[in-house]
T-cell receptor, first 112, second 114 residues
Framework: EAQVTQNPRYLITVTGKKLTVTCSQNMNHEYMSWYRQDPGLGLRQIYYSMNVEVTDKGDVPEGYKVSRKEKRNFPLILESPSPNQTSLYFC???????????FGQGTRLTVV | AQSVSQHNHHVILSEAASLELGCNYS??????LFWYVQYPGQHLQLLLK??????LVKGIKGFEAEFIKSKFSFNLRKPSVQWSDTAEYFC????????????FGSGTRLLVRP
């Protein structure tokens, strides 16, 4: 089944403790991206990647890192999480630029 | 900066009522347009998309949307809603001359009463 898989689905952590949210897609898509969803703000892009080893900042990249060492994986790294990063995070992949995105199930992160 | 506006943040309807959700974008060039739906506790799923051609596009579950270029709008419609349409709906836009960036509106929460 074609899908985008994120882990974990739920995470509660403390301020400053490094964490990684994994994202994997099995559709051989070149483009992948991370979004955060906050009430009243919709989804905002954090980072995106157009191919292996090619990443770029989205609209809200501060406090986040990403890497794209393999085509299928695009982890999101929070080196020192803060409470304002409490949010619902979605990974997405798309086969070509400017076409529709396929979303993962989401990761609800709480930073206390 | 490009923006996508969804003017209705919350909509409450009774079953069988007609639905229209507004979406306007601010960019004047060529765009690809999307409507996504997010059912409670789930991820976003594509309802429909417009790239070119007939400005009236049909999607899944009886939804349709009309692209009106002169009004920079892409409104979502459904003639008769069901309780199962309760969800949050997001309009999204990609500029065709930019790097890959899907820009979302703030969403509209639809509650359909049985």
């Amino acid at each position: 089944e074609a899908q985008v898989t994120q882990n974990p689905r739920y995470l509660i952590t403390v301020t400053g403790k490094k964490l990684t949210v994994t994202c994997s897609q099995n559709m051989n898509h070149e483009y992948m991206s991370w979004y955060r969803q906050d009430p009243g703000l919709g989804l905002r892009q954090i980072y995106y990647s157009m191919n292996v080893e090619v990443t770029d900042k989205g609209d809200v990249p501060e406090g986040y890192k990403v890497s794209r060492k393999e085509k299928r994986n695009f982890p999101l790294i929070l080196e020192s999480p803060s409470p304002n990063q409490t949010s619902l995070y979605f990974c997405a992949s798309t086969p070509r630029m400017n076409t529709e995105a396929f979303f993962g199930q989401g990761t609800r992160l709480t930073v206390v | 900066a490009q923006s996508v506006s969804q003017h209705n943040h919350h909509v409450i309807l009774s079953e069988a009522a007609s639905l229209e959700l507004g979406c306007n974008y601010s960019y004047g060039g060529t765009v690809n347009l999307f409507w996504y739906v997010q059912y409670p506790g789930q991820h976003l799923q594509l309802l429909l998309k417009y790239f070119s051609g007939d400005p009236l596009v049909k999607g899944i579950k009886g939804f349709e949307a009309e692209f009106i270029k002169s009004k920079f709008s892409f409104n979502l419609r459904k003639p008769s809603v069901q309780w199962s349409d309760t969800a949050e709906y997001f309009c999204a836009v990609i500029r065709m001359d930019s790097s890959y960036k899907l820009i979302f509106g703030s969403g509209t929460r639809l509650l359909v009463r049985p």
